[in-house]
């Protein structure tokens, strides 16, 4: 967190971090990062300390309107709140999702009809989604490339 809070105040233009795996992270820090409005490509995959319910990630979103490409790789807690915001990014280009267990079919297809300038969408091992149904999107919205693995515990 004091990472983000220095580089939000001494870095304010910068236009890509990479905090893959920083699990000391919290929402905190992600309050801090809203300051720098510059941000284009943002990684936070892994950073499992980030509360979902906190509002902290649609509130960065919200104040960085020019991510192109934003990871949350396993954020478990992220839910369908935080990637509507993210479906208002409108020079959104990739987004990774992967394993993420709260986010719905009716939010991802409300995602690929908003984000026009979306290309790659990485969905795997989200739990709501299932084969038949990534199948379906990917025909409704050939022009984005839809990631999916499912790892089947049956």
Known sequence: DEVCMYLSHCQPHLETIDFWRCNTITE?????LSHCSKLRDLDLGWC?????????????VECCPDIERL?????????????????????????????NRNVTLVTI???LTSAQTLRLLDISFCDQLGDGN??????????????????DNQ
């Open 28 to 32: 905190r820090g992600i309050g801090a």
């Open 48 to 60: 499992l300390s980030i509360q979902g319910t906190s509002g902290a990630l649609a509130h960065l």
């Open 71 to 99: 990871y949350i790789t396993a954020h478990r807690q992220t839910g369908d709140r935080e990637v509507r915001a993210i479906s208002g990014l409108k020079k959104l280009e990739q987004l990774d999702i992967l394993g």
């Open 109 to 111: 297809q409300d995602l």
């Open 134 to 151: 990534v199948n379906q999107l990917r025909q409704d919205f050939p022009h984005v490339d839809i990631k999916w693995s499912f790892a």
